[in-house]
T-cell receptor, first 115, second 118 residues
Framework: AQSVTQLDSQVPVFEEAPVELRCNYS??????LFWYVQYPNQGLQLLLK??????LVKGINGFEAEFNKSQTSFHLRKPSVHISDTAEYFC?????????????FGEGTQLTVNP | GAVVSQHPSRVICKSGTSVKIECRSL??????MFWYRQFPKQSLMLMAT?????????EQGVEKDKFLINHASLTLSTLTVTSAHPEDSSFYIC??????????????FGSGTRLTVV
């Protein structure tokens, strides 16, 4: 079984500042890692994912994340945020080699970008 | 890209009635469909997992007779909330995954359904 811990429930930042949303995971098997964004009353949109290969993953909207196997982390970063980045962000993990494996989500981080 | 269409987006029903929520994968065949429930300001809670043509696997604590899941084809899965009560009011989200051999195409989420039982 896997578990995901998002270390910050709320992250307030000013516009154009850099941001890092932290995510740590626990698993006894190889995993795939994901970051999703959710706007109010909407479903989840994939920001980026790590399946294999380069540990630095670039996603949409200027976000990137780095897979660190030794620290079991997959932190999300953006060098300069916009007001429109205000949303809930979820880190998720699934088993890498199991067909139809479920996604296990963290508790979410509310990013609020202030002017 | 992969798209999952979820309908309705919002529904209000009377207590005791049943509500059906549909999820369709528009441009791919979903080998597995997941149904989640989300309470306000909380994470997604997996309710059940279904594979096409098979019975759904429910998570512990989820009543299978209350939340009926049908995955009759590779492009359509439905969740029916039977005899709904106000405590069933929530945001329901489906997710489809597709995997062919060693290639994992990831997960695509529907836009969610806000159910309000009055």
């Amino acid at each position: 079984a896997q578990s995901v811990t998002q270390l910050d429930s709320q992250v307030p930042v000013f516009e154009e500042a850099p941001v890092e949303l932290r995510c740590n995971y626990s698993s006894s098997v190889s995993v795939y890692l994901f970051w999703y964004v959710q706007y109010p009353n909407q479903g989840l949109q994939l920001l980026l994912k790590y399946l294999s290969g380069s540990t630095l993953v670039k996603g949409i909207n200027g976000f990137e994340a780095e897979f660190n196997k030794s620290q079991t982390s997959f932190h999300l970063r953006k060098p300069s945020v916009h007001i429109s980045d205000t949303a809930e962000y979820f880190c998720a993990v699934s088993e890498a080699e199991t067909s139809g494996s479920r996604l296990t989500f963290g508790e979410g981080t509310q990013l609020t970008v202030n002017p | 890209g992969a798209v999952v269409s979820q309908h309705p987006s919002r529904v209000i029903c009377k207590s005791g009635t049943s509500v059906k929520i549909e999820c369709r994968s528009l441009d791919f065949q979903a080998t597995t469909m997941f149904w989640y429930r989300q309470f306000p300001k909380q994470s997604l809670m997996l309710m059940a997992t279904s594979n096409e043509g098979s019975k759904a696997t429910y998570e512990q604590g989820v009543e299978k007779d209350k939340f009926l899941i049908n995955h009759a084809s590779l492009t359509l899965s439905t969740l029916t909330v039977t005899s709904a009560h106000p405590e069933d009011s929530s945001f329901y989200i489906c997710s489809a995954s597709r995997r062919t051999g060693s290639v994992n195409y990831g997960y695509t989420f529907g836009s969610g359904t806000r159910l309000t039982v009055v």
